[in-house]
């Protein structure tokens, strides 16, 4: 999101992470290597700093005048009346201009993306008061003392405190996390490096594997070509089968594919690619993110989004995906995850470290004792 910082109105509509209007300036953008090494990230349309440049292309008004935010960003603004302009360094790390290993916004990133560094926000740490919700809002006022990027406050709302310890979300995307620790972890598959959450002043890192199209290729599936069914009470879907990751956009699918858009019907396609359409969820990014990483993945703990609560999670939680995912794995508890929302869960643990709620991450581990996960035997 972008905004005047003399109005607090928006210059432009937000642009969700799933728009791809950027990609082709992406394709073209030049050091890549330059981008990536100081990143950790794959140059995509994905992360925030494409987008920005777009909006301030587009939309009214000068750069000098424009403050930049991920929604927590705007949140903290508006409830704090524009006293604090701020974000953490997770949510930072995803707009490829944070250099990921100082956790600064990197000047020779801005001046690729042409951005001016007054319209940053201030990076902080994930737990910690960064801001005081004005009194108007809440009838008194409140500490805001816990920021996180969705993934990363999933994987710390999952306990993943060291290196080893994963999640993977199953949402409108898949995205699987693994705590790399103290130090940059560095892929040679493609994964992404990312700063994790960190109870304190110490830097910690995470490795990913994304699918960012999962949840959101099953709806479009099911509401717009109309492929299959699902009621509440139906856990399995009805077949096993392939489809591209990202059906709607991946330049790698065959050219019918290619041009399927998100708003794309039934009645617009083709009967006979139409009718095989499957679903096979089989990537291991674990068993690459351990190659490279030298770290085995020890524990991993599952969390599913809406799109997958209904459907193939409760029987792939009991199942199928601990093999898929990374390969032997054995059932460390029988017990249910009492809170699937870990990303908010996440955040809350932030913000209790921060206000002595919780005194220790220790104790966190302790709330969380008996949740249902899947253990490395090897």
Not at 295 to 309: D, E, L, N, V
């Amino acid at each position: 999101m972008v905004w005047d910082k003399r109005t607090g109105e928006p210059v432009a509509p937000a642009i969700v992470w799933q728009c791809r209007r950027t990609a082709a300036y992406c394709d073209a953008l030049k050091p890549r290597e330059l981008i990536e090494q100081k990143t950790g990230l794959v140059i995509d349309a994905y992360f925030s700093a494409s987008k920005i440049r777009w909006i301030i292309d587009y939309a009214p008004g000068k750069a000098d005048d424009l403050l930049f935010g991920n929604v927590d960003t705007w949140l903290i603004w508006k409830l704090t009346n524009g006293a604090a302009h701020v974000t953490d360094l997770t949510n930072a790390s995803r707009t490829m201009l944070m250099n990921l290993e100082t956790g600064e916004w990197d000047p020779e990133l801005l001046s690729v993306f042409g951005l001016p560094p007054s319209m940053l926000p201030k990076i902080v740490p994930s737990t910690g008061i960064c801001g005081i919700a004005a009194k108007e809002h809440f009838g008194a006022e409140i500490p805001i003392a816990g920021i996180a990027g969705d993934q990363q406050a999933a994987l710390f709302g999952q306990a993943c405190f060291k290196p080893g310890l994963s999640k993977n979300t199953y949402g409108t995307g898949c995205f699987a996390l693994m705590h790399a620790g103290g130090h940059v972890p560095v892929s040679k598959h493609r994964l992404l490096a990312t700063r994790a959450a960190s109870p304190d002043a110490r830097p910690q890192f995470a490795v990913e594997g994304s699918v960012f199209i999962a949840g959101a290729a099953v709806q479009w599936l099911r509401d717009k070509l109309q492929s299959f069914q699902v009621r509440r009470s139906q856990r399995p879907l009805p077949h096993r089968c392939r489809i591209p990751a990202e059906p709607t956009w991946s330049r790698r699918s065959s050219d019918w594919v290619r041009r399927i858009g998100i708003r794309t019907r039934v009645a617009s396609c083709p009967e006979s690619p139409r009718a095989p359409i499957r679903l096979d969820w089989c990537a291991r990014p674990s068993r690459a993110s351990r190659i490279k990483c030298a770290i085995w993945c020890k524990r991993w703990r599952p969390t599913a989004g809406k799109s997958f609560r209904n459907c193939a999670w409760r029987r792939s939680n009991r199942e199928q995906l601990p093999d898929a995912i990374s390969g032997r794995h054995s059932r460390s508890s029988d017990r249910s995850s009492a809170d699937i929302e870990t990303t908010a869960l996440g955040a809350a643990y932030l913000a209790g470290l921060a206000t002595g709620f919780f005194k220790s991450t220790g104790e966190l581990g302790n709330v969380l004792e008996g949740r249902s996960g899947f253990l490395n035997r090897r």
